[in-house]
């Protein structure tokens, strides 16, 4: 079960007057979670993008220190 329909699910607790009803309290978990999906994925894409920038890096930074000494990578 994923966890947007394991919300969906959800029993809503007692509550007074104040308290949300049931169809705003599911509708403000389906918000809560579609939230932090889209962060996850936004945070995994900037992650990907990271670690892709420092490979890069470290790979022309061999390079480099391999043309210094006159040798050829290979």
Known sequence: MTFLKAV???TMPEHN????STEEY???LVDITEWLEQ????????VNAL???TY???GKRI???EQRGGE???
């Open 72 to 74: 050829r990578a290979g």
């Open 17 to 20: 007057d104040q308290s949300l």
């Open 39 to 46: 962060a996850r994925k936004q945070a995994g894409r900037a």
């Open 26 to 28: 599911g509708s403000l």
């Open 56 to 58: 890069w890096r470290i």
């Open 63 to 65: 390079f480099e220190q």
């Open 8 to 10: 969906k699910s959800v």
């Open 51 to 53: 670690m892709t920038a």
